[in-house]
């Protein structure tokens, strides 16, 4: 990124804004930092917990172009982290899914080429690759929107890209508080199925993978950062070791729409991925519409291979989680608090 810069967040009061803007305040090239949000009572807490000058903070909704038009006005780079993420919000309202990471995600990347941003990465997950459930569908076309864009528009100044996401320790939703908090209070640890596989990864890391997009990325390019995984059993166990209590675990089976794994990589991307060290990088296929290519050349066959998932990534111990887990802020505090 440039030495001076201005950064919209979309969605910024989130885990992942609010883990982008304690990084970015913490380099002094950054010039102003802009939060883009709904929610006025999420603003003002962030505000009084930042209180930084450079942060400023926008009320709007990526649904409404005119909003994101004012925010996006000046501004060198966007994260666009604004989405609908729970997965049975989007099955019971799938319309609402459309139009925040659809409609919206069509509104920011727009709003970006036409303000002359540099870079607009686009913040997706796991549940874009083979997609069962609204959550997933919404975003692997919000992926499409990334990339049609790029396809479409090869002269333009505004530089669109996807990072992808799997889970995400101890952010907004994810299962670590829960397990946290049904220890905390007595309660039964419920797990779903304790075969399940979920990729491990920080908000320090998420944010580097931004960081790295930002810095690297082409036209319609898709980032992965490799991760490890452990299964959901060997996690819950994990963080009852570390809290230092005994867990009384309840099988409470999986949820509509859940998967037993998370794939970041279809085995058609890993065909043509590149390897960046801690990162995958997926090209965009920037082969123009004519459907003769397709039609009357195609490819040279399919990949045989294997897509990138937390089954077959690197499996962490029930040790080694702990020892992932004590790296985190939110566990080191409540260890801390709790050994007082």
Same mark, same amino acid.
């Given at each position: 990124?440039?030495?001076?810069? &201005?950064? +919209?967040?979309?969605?910024?009061?989130?885990?992942?804004?609010?883990? =982008? %803007?304690?990084?970015?305040?913490?380099?002094?090239?950054?010039?102003?930092? &802009?939060?883009?949000? *709904?929610?006025?009572?999420?603003?003002?807490?962030?505000?009084?917990?930042?209180?930084?000058?450079?942060?400023? #903070?926008?009320?709007?909704?990526?649904?409404?172009?005119?909003?994101? /038009?004012?925010?996006?006005?000046?501004?060198?780079?966007?994260?666009?982290?604004?989405?609908?993420? !729970?997965?049975?919000?989007?099955?019971? #309202?799938?319309?609402?899914?459309?139009? =925040?990471?659809?409609?919206?995600?069509?509104?920011? @990347?727009?709003?970006?080429?036409?303000?002359?941003?540099?870079?607009?990465?686009?913040?997706?997950?796991?549940?874009?690759?083979?997609?069962?459930?609204?959550?997933?569908?919404?975003?692997?076309?919000?992926?499409? +929107?990334? !990339?049609? $864009?790029?396809?479409?528009?090869?002269?333009?100044?505004?530089?669109?890209?996807?990072?992808?996401?799997?889970?995400?320790?101890?952010?907004?939703?994810?299962?670590?508080?829960?397990?946290?908090?049904? +220890?905390? !209070?007595?309660?039964?640890? =419920?797990?779903?199925?304790?075969?399940?596989?979920? $990729?491990?990864?920080?908000?320090?890391?998420?944010?580097?993978?931004?960081?790295?997009? $930002?810095?690297?990325?082409?036209?319609?390019?898709? #980032?992965?950062?490799?991760?490890?995984?452990?299964?959901?059993?060997?996690?819950?166990?994990?963080?009852?070791?570390? @809290?230092?209590?005994?867990?009384?675990?309840?099988?409470?089976?999986?949820?509509?729409?859940?998967?037993?794994?998370? =794939?970041?990589?279809?085995?058609?991307?890993?065909?043509?991925?590149?390897?960046?060290?801690?990162? #995958?990088?997926?090209?965009?296929?920037? *082969?123009?519409?004519?459907?003769?290519?397709? %039609?009357? /050349?195609?490819?040279?066959?399919?990949?045989?291979?294997?897509?990138?998932?937390?089954?077959?990534?690197?499996? +962490?111990?029930?040790?080694?989680?702990?020892?992932?887990?004590?790296?985190?802020? /939110?566990? &080191?505090?409540?260890?801390?608090?709790?050994?007082?």
């Amino acid at each position: 990124m440039s030495a001076s810069r &201005r950064v +919209l967040i979309t969605g910024g009061t989130g885990s992942f804004g609010s883990a =982008t %803007t304690r990084h970015l305040i913490s380099n002094p090239s950054t010039e102003e930092i &802009r939060i883009l949000s *709904r929610d006025e009572a999420k603003q003002d807490d962030m505000r009084r917990r930042i209180s930084d000058p450079r942060v400023s #903070f926008y009320v709007g909704d990526v649904r409404d172009y005119r909003s994101v /038009e004012d925010a996006m006005c000046g501004v060198d780079y966007v994260f666009h982290a604004a989405a609908l993420k !729970q997965v049975p919000s989007c099955e019971f #309202f799938p319309q609402q899914a459309i139009a =925040t990471n659809i409609n919206g995600s069509d509104n920011v @990347i727009r709003a970006a080429a036409e303000n002359g941003v540099k870079s607009v990465v686009c913040l997706s997950t796991d549940k874009a690759v083979y997609p069962i459930n609204a959550m997933g569908m919404s975003k692997a076309l919000m992926e499409k +929107l990334a !990339q049609a $864009f790029a396809r479409n528009n090869p002269d333009s100044e505004t530089v669109v890209s996807c990072v992808r996401y799997g889970n995400v320790m101890y952010s907004r939703g994810s299962v670590i508080p829960l397990f946290v908090e049904q +220890l905390s !209070q007595g309660k039964p640890l =419920t797990i779903t199925d304790p075969g399940m596989t979920r $990729f491990l990864m920080s908000l320090a890391e998420s944010v580097s993978l931004v960081e790295y997009a $930002f810095e690297n990325a082409k036209p319609g390019d898709l #980032f992965v950062r490799k991760a490890p995984a452990s299964t959901v059993a060997d996690l819950a166990e994990a963080v009852a070791n570390v @809290i230092g209590v005994e867990p009384d675990t309840r099988i409470i089976g999986s949820r509509h729409a859940e998967k037993l794994y998370e =794939t970041l990589l279809s085995v058609e991307e890993v065909a043509k991925a590149e390897d960046h060290g801690d990162y #995958f990088r997926v090209p965009l296929d920037a *082969r123009s519409l004519d459907y003769g290519l397709y %039609t009357d /050349e195609g490819s040279r066959g399919l990949d045989q291979g294997q897509d990138y998932n937390s089954h077959n990534t690197k499996r +962490l111990s029930v040790d080694e989680v702990a020892e992932l887990l004590m790296t985190l802020p /939110e566990m &080191r505090k409540l260890v801390a608090e709790r050994t007082k």
